[in-house]
DNA sequence: ATTTTATAGTATCGAGTCGCTACTATTAGA
DNA sequence: TCTAATAGTAGCGACTCGATACTATAAAAT
């Protein structure tokens, strides 16, 4: 920041140059920043949020450039593409096993190591801070939240309501979840507590 | 992160993501990422370290991609260049009255005022983790930390050693230093408490 | 002094990025 | 069945950024 040069300020400065160091790094391993950051996504999203649409939401940037993201992510062998059975306009996406390999070598990881330097509690004030303004931020900007199944508004978790049994349920989409299912990011997601 | 996901990987991810967010905001007003933060540094930055070859290294970028920076600032008119009078290689950068202006409407400020909504203990903690982890990793890499003169090994506070008064000095490159030149930042920096 | 080497910076080129505007294919609605 | 609406891709063009090569000046070596 330029002025007052409170924390605050202090604070946006340091994620701009830690973002800068991130991105540089992220040149590593064959990959660009964006294809390291859809490869994560694409780890850890849920099978409605595997589609380069919401690539491209969760990226923030166009679906054609999203589009090209995968595109390359496929010619390298990291990622598998095929169009849905029921809804042919879409594409379904999904690492590969080398896909899965190559996120070992995450350059992500020189970060957490850092952070992991951190007192436990330094990290916990650090993680829930980050998040917080993470999510201002994104409400403030109209973008979606990309939160996990079991913190969603619209998550039906098992033996509640009617059914007594049997998985959990989405009831925005009508259909189950698994336990798996429900720790993954979903594009759909909107927060419970609000 | 991909993996462990312990609190440690959900930092890394969330630097990751604020990053993107600096990123897709910083394409506003007619500056890019770039362009944005040579101007924050160019306007923190001590009379030594407003240098195309400087402004590089605070960039992690090369003297080739600084110089075309600066020299887009330039044709803005937010940059003034001129060459050095005592060293006729070398080239003094500042910011013009618009590059000051300019920064007014810094999209960091957005930011700084998400952050500024959190408790002031929180702040403070995130200030502190968050410049520790960019420490950390500067070191890492060997980057330069490109803190201010007063926290500078080479700091000769006013009152030390011989000269009982007149102004603070840097012992490196032997010159007065101002009260305020003390509070900027500088490409020669080394943390004085190692 | 003169030569050599080092330093500061710029010019230029090419690979790649990304947003934008079409465009196709498929599905949903009237 | 005709008309939107939706998911995605293609291709263009402005721009970015790193790498290499180059100029000018300064410092070091002989």
């Avoid at 993201?69 to 029921?86: I, Q, S």
């Avoid at 993680?127 to 998550?155: E, K, M, W, Y």
């Amino acid at each position: 920041m330029t002025d007052g040069d409170g924390t605050a300020g202090r604070i946006g400065d340091l994620i701009d140059r830690l973002g800068r160091l991130v991105r540089s790094q992220e040149q590593a391993g064959g990959l660009n920043p964006a294809q390291w950051e859809a490869l994560r996504y694409l780890a850890r999203a849920n099978r409605f949020s595997r589609s380069p649409g919401a690539l491209a939401e969760f990226l923030g940037s166009t679906k054609g450039t999203a589009s090209q993201t995968v595109l390359a992510l496929e010619r390298k062998g990291l990622v598998r593409r095929e169009r849905d059975p029921d809804d042919r306009r879409a594409v379904r996406l999904g690492l590969t096993g080398a896909g899965r390999t190559h996120l070992r070598r995450d350059p992500l990881r020189e970060f957490a190591g850092a952070a992991s330097a951190l007192t436990k509690e330094a990290q916990n004030g650090l993680s829930a801070g980050l998040g917080d303004i993470l999510g201002q931020l994104q409400r403030h900007n109209g973008r979606r939240p990309f939160g996990t199944c079991q913190h969603c508004r619209f998550f039906q978790r098992r033996g509640a309501a009617k059914q007594s049994d049997g998985p959990h349920r989405c009831i925005l989409l009508d259909v189950a979840l698994s336990e798996a299912d429900s720790g993954l990011i979903c594009v759909e997601q909107e927060e419970a507590s609000a």
